[in-house]
């Protein structure tokens, strides 16, 4: 199976998304370890423009939002066409001491939960990836588009690590994105 281009109706635009979702969805826990390997805490914190996140809120965010992914999935998978919560991401950046929190128990709670929720969704049957929430904003979700859009997530942010990190390690200018 190939990467291809598919449309997120959370994103709300069409995504490059990998053809092997579980995979995808279980490296991403190594793939933060790995991008603060080495890093001092100044690099954690550095942003590197005005609108960008650092290191440290990039990870904080994919740690919360591993929370409200799995209760999503939980909801649907459970309740008969549930309404999924909503949040305010640039709300709990700010709210849940971001700038001053630990990586690495974020990413161990990450990684509990991401393991948690695939173990999950590997128990259902292949039927129950066609139940549907509601969302206030997005519409009805099947939780096959809900498991898509959080590895989509993933690879979104992962990017902006990537990015981030390269212009801590002066690889490449802050203004190049």
């Not at 991008?35 to 990039?58: Q, V």
């Given at each position: 199976?190939t990467d ?6 959370i994103c ?5 998304r990998p053809a092997?979702l579980w995979?995808?969805?279980a ?9 603060i390997r080495?890093?001092?805490e100044?690099?954690l914190a550095?942003r ?6 650092s290191i ?5 965010h ?10 999503r999935?939980?909801?649907a998978l459970?309740?008969?066409s549930?309404?999924?919560p909503?949040?305010?991401p640039t709300?709990?950046a700010a709210r849940?001491?971001?700038?001053r929190r ?9 990684r509990?939960?991401r393991l948690?929720?695939l ?6 049957e292949?039927?129950?990836f ?5 969302h ?11 498991f ?5 997530h993933?690879l979104?942010?992962l990017r902006?690590?990537?990015w981030t990190?390269a212009?801590v390690e002066?690889?490449i200018?802050?203004a190049?994105s």
């Amino acid at each position: 199976m190939t990467d291809g281009r598919v449309y997120c109706p959370i994103c709300q635009a069409e995504v490059e998304r990998p053809a092997d979702l579980w995979a995808a969805a279980a490296r991403t826990a190594g793939r933060l370890y790995r991008a603060i390997r080495g890093l001092t805490e100044a690099d954690l914190a550095y942003r590197p423009r005005a609108d960008a996140w650092s290191i440290r809120e990039i990870i904080l965010h994919l740690a919360d939002t591993e929370l409200v992914h799995g209760y999503r999935l939980r909801r649907a998978l459970a309740e008969d066409s549930p309404e999924l919560p909503t949040f305010d991401p640039t709300a709990w950046a700010a709210r849940a001491a971001y700038d001053r929190r630990e990586v690495r128990p974020a990413i161990a709670g990450f990684r509990a939960l991401r393991l948690a929720t695939l173990d999950l969704l590997r128990s259902v049957e292949p039927a129950a990836f066609e139940r549907v929430g509601r969302h206030p904003r997005f519409g009805p979700l099947t939780v096959g588009q809900l498991f898509g859009h959080l590895v989509d997530h993933d690879l979104e942010h992962l990017r902006q690590l990537e990015w981030t990190r390269a212009v801590v390690e002066g690889k490449i200018e802050p203004a190049s994105s």
